[in-house]
């Protein structure tokens, strides 16, 4: 059949094609213009809401077009938790900004969770309307740490926070002279911070997240028990550094906190004052609360959803270690911290500490010669005779006499590793760790917070906030990142001299939880005590500097 036939047809069906085609592509769609808004005073926080400062005396809202006064009023809403706050602000409408003006006697509380709902009622003056009905989380700041008793529509303060600081690393009198210590020069900032803590008038509780004694930073050829110092146990080495020059107005002030009625002085031991016990230190500060677990550790949970460690139970080469050596618990970090104080010790002039560099070879025996010879390297120190027993030990935690470097890490080396998940059971481990996590968790706990607390249904509890020390790096931060974050991880950083850490110091983490203030909120602040502020309410110099707040 020839195609001659049908090809005007064919012609025909193409033109017709071609034809529609082209009036479609002539067709104008008009869709309806929708009203859009913005806050540009408060700042959108996780993709999740408005951050709203507590102070705040109005909430503005800028709309894309002018709008119908009539139709706002009825039209937007502000409530809290419990209730619809009508009658608590007006509205006042001008073009197309819309602000919510409070009455002068309500004020949004601190840390609290309000929705603003802004409905299809609204209208432009040309006739348009938002594409749906919405309701917005605003969910207010903290009031600041460091204010005087009293805040804007409130008589009088509750005590509902809790202020958070670790490693203090005070040393005793031969670790200032020697030029060792690690602790010194923030002395007089901790003082006027515990000063704070007492006039403040929120904080309920003070939690010290361990290592505020150092009985580790010691040169290995220096005595630790040493009967010409009076000291001749542990019980001794820790009162001879509570009775240090440097640390006895601390000491002093812990204790009048410890006693004051109206806060509670809460300690969780560290790595470096593991051989710590209660009985000791509540003879140094008597009225203390002690939250020890497991020897050498402890954990503390001011509410349910709240946890607080110290952070080394995960830390491979600081964590207790009583079965390595059966009788001994200290750990090969302590060995490292020896040699480490030794080399200080010998440095003419202070300079900043470098950080060992990670490894991922899960060997304790390359882990442990990186160690020494990130010191050596350093501090620019030939290495002293490894194999001579003159590791001074006089008794420290049951070792009589000296040992050897070359020789500890021989006892470390020959059964560390295979006894690791044997240890973690041990101390308390909730989900134990790999070695290769474990040897990280000495410089970054975030893993260790992540893997042991936000993995929610691997534990009975349901924990909001992990709050950990150890590592020195102050940290605030949500877990996952955006909306759907479950979790806080904070670290409080440290209070050493500046030339030891490469973090910020003077760190403190302030946590007020939402079942002490009826809130829905726990809310979690980091600070700095900063001495370039002007002035404070201790007079002193310092005063306590925002870095970030979280909430959840």
């Known amino acids: 059949m020839s195609i001659k036939r049908f090809l005007p047809w064919i012609v025909f069906a193409l033109i017709a094609l071609i034809f529609q085609e082209s009036c479609k592509k002539q067709e104008t769609h008009y869709e309806q213009p929708f009203l859009t808004f913005s806050f540009p005073r408060m700042e959108r926080k996780h993709d999740l809401y408005y951050r709203i400062d507590y102070q705040a005396r109005s909430i503005e809202i800028v709309f894309n077009e002018n709008l119908d006064p009539a139709t706002i009023t009825a039209s937007i809403s502000l409530r809290d938790l419990f209730s619809p706050l009508d009658g608590k602000y007006d509205i006042d409408v001008s073009g197309a ?37 919405e309701t917005l989380e605003l969910r207010s700041t903290a009031r600041p740490f460091g204010l005087p008793d009293g805040s804007p529509g409130q008589d009088t303060l509750p005590a509902n926070s809790i202020a958070v600081i670790s490693d203090i690393h005070m040393g005793d009198e031969r670790a200032t002279t ?22 403040d008038g929120a904080i309920k509780q003070l939690v010290i997240q361990g290592d505020l004694f150092d009985e580790w930073i010691i040169p290995f050829d220096s005595k630790p028990f040493d009967p010409d110092q009076g000291v001749h146990n542990s019980r001794e080495y820790f009162a001879s550094i509570a009775t240090s020059s440097t640390n006895l107005g601390i000491l002093e002030k812990l204790r009048s906190i410890a006693a004051d009625p109206e806060i509670e002085l809460i300690y969780i031991p560290g790595n470096h004052d593991m051989l710590m016990t209660q009985e000791i230190l509540d003879s140094i500060i008597p009225g203390v609360i002690w939250q020890g677990d497991v020897t050498g550790l402890g954990k503390y949970n001011p509410v349910p959803e709240i ?39 010998s440095q003419t002039g202070r300079f900043l500490k470098g950080e060992a560099e990670r490894t991922g070879d899960v060997t304790f025996l390359t882990a442990w010669t990186l160690a020494m010879g990130y010191i050596f390297i350093d501090y620019s120190i030939p290495p002293p005779p490894m194999d001579s027993a003159n590791i001074l030990m006089t008794g420290i935690d049951g070792y009589p006499g000296p040992l050897s470097f070359n020789g500890t890490r021989d006892m470390y080396a020959a059964n560390i590793e295979e006894l690791w998940m044997n ?18 968790t000495s410089l970054d706990l975030t893993t260790a917070a ?13 924990y909001k906030v992990i709050s950990f020390g150890h590592s020195h790096n102050p940290l605030l931060e949500v877990f996952p ?10 670290n409080s950083g440290s209070w050493v001299d500046a030339d030891q850490c490469k973090h910020k110091v003077r760190t403190f983490l302030v946590i007020t939880p939402g079942e002490w203030t009826g809130s829905a909120l726990d809310v979690v602040r980091l600070y700095q005590y900063d001495p370039e502020i002007g002035s404070d309410t201790t007079g002193s110099g310092y005063a306590p500097v925002l870095l970030a707040e979280e909430n959840i």
């Open 307 to 345: 946890i607080m460690e110290h952070g080394h139970r995960y830390d491979f080469f600081n964590c207790p270690q009583p079965l390595v050596n059966p009788g001994h618990m200290l750990p090969p970090g302590y060995f490292i911290s020896r040699m480490d104080a030794y080399a200080l010790a």
């Open 450 to 462: 992540i893997l042991e607390y936000m993995q929610q249904s691997q534990h009975l509890a349901s």
């Open 481 to 490: 990142t955006g909306e759907d974050y479950t979790n806080i991880y904070a």
């Open 178 to 199: 020697g030029h060792y210590c690690w602790f010194g020069e923030n002395k007089e900032a901790l003082e006027s911070f515990l000063d704070l803590v007492k006039v």
């Open 97 to 133: 900004v819309v602000w919510l003006l409070f009455h002068p006697d309500f004020h949004l509380k601190d840390g609290w969770l309000y929705s603003l709902t802004l409905t299809t009622g609204i209208r432009s003056v040309s006739g348009h309307q938002l594409q749906s009905s």
């Open 423 to 440: 240890t973690q059971t041990t101390n308390g481990v909730p989900v134990p760790l790999s070695l290769l996590v474990a040897m990280w």
